[in-house]
């Protein structure tokens, strides 16, 4: 497997994309849980979180870290409360030695994708795939009706039309695929 490096540049925002163990649908039935799990890890690290999207078996956040060098360690931590606190029916019983060596449930996929975004073309991007990615996945016919995101928290703002989301909206990340 070849070396995976982050990269790091600090004072800047981050997107991530996190995946539950062979993408089991348990994100939406345990959201309060979920939403618990980073309240708690925010009293343990200093970050932002700018904008988030729950889907039944991953999640995309934008992250802006005090210390950008963190945010392994922050969605670790997100990825352990969870696991930790998860009812013991979602636990795969047919993990690997690998997983049990490192103390892993087979809850979450080990590893997560991340990308730091580096001016505000890029930042529009990915804020525009995190809020389009429930209809780009058919959990929900149109983004205002999804309420797992952030994206009413943008309309607030006048980030966005409340009925954003139509096909001439989405075509710059129409092909985007970060799971």
Same mark, same amino acid.
């Given at each position: 497997?070849?070396?995976?490096?982050?990269?790091?540049?600090?004072?800047?925002?981050?997107? &991530?994309? /996190? +995946?539950? =163990? $062979? @993408?089991?649908?348990? +994100? #939406?039935?345990?959201?309060?849980? +979920?939403?618990?799990?980073?309240?708690?890890?925010?009293?343990?690290?200093?970050?932002?979180?700018?904008?988030?999207? #729950?889907?039944?078996? =991953?999640? %995309?956040?934008?992250?802006?870290?005090?210390?950008?060098?963190?945010?392994?360690? &922050?969605?670790?931590?997100?990825?352990?409360?969870?696991?930790?606190?998860?009812?013991?029916?979602?636990?795969?019983?047919?993990?690997?030695?690998?997983?049990?060596?490192?103390?892993?449930?087979?809850?979450?996929? @080990? @590893?997560?994708?991340? $990308?730091? #975004?580096? !001016?505000?073309?890029?930042? $529009?991007? %990915?804020?525009d795939y995190i809020h389009y990615n429930p209809?780009? =996945?058919?959990?929900?016919?149109?983004? *205002?009706?999804?309420?797992?995101?952030?994206? =009413?928290?943008? /309309?607030?703002?006048?980030?966005? !039309?409340?009925?954003?989301?139509? &096909?001439?909206?989405?075509? %710059?990340? *129409?092909?985007?695929?970060?799971?």
């Amino acid at each position: 497997m070849p070396n995976y490096k982050r990269y790091y540049l600090e004072n800047c925002y981050v997107f &991530i994309t /996190v +995946l539950t =163990h $062979h @993408r089991k649908s348990i +994100l #939406i039935k345990n959201i309060d849980l +979920l939403r618990e799990c980073f309240k708690k890890t925010l009293k343990t690290f200093n970050f932002e979180i700018l904008a988030s999207v #729950i889907l039944p078996n =991953h999640f %995309h956040i934008i992250i802006k870290p005090e210390n950008i060098k963190e945010f392994p360690k &922050i969605i670790g931590l997100i990825k352990k409360y969870f696991s930790y606190a998860i009812n013991e029916k979602y636990n795969d019983k047919n993990i690997s030695a690998s997983k049990i060596k490192r103390k892993e449930k087979g809850i979450w996929q @080990r @590893r997560f994708y991340d $990308h730091v #975004i580096r !001016d505000e073309k890029d930042l $529009h991007t %990915h804020l525009d795939y995190i809020h389009y990615n429930p209809v780009k =996945h058919e959990y929900s016919e149109s983004v *205002k009706n999804w309420e797992y995101s952030s994206f =009413h928290k943008f /309309v607030k703002l006048k980030n966005y !039309d409340i009925n954003w989301g139509q &096909i001439e909206d989405v075509q %710059h990340i *129409k092909d985007l695929e970060y799971e």
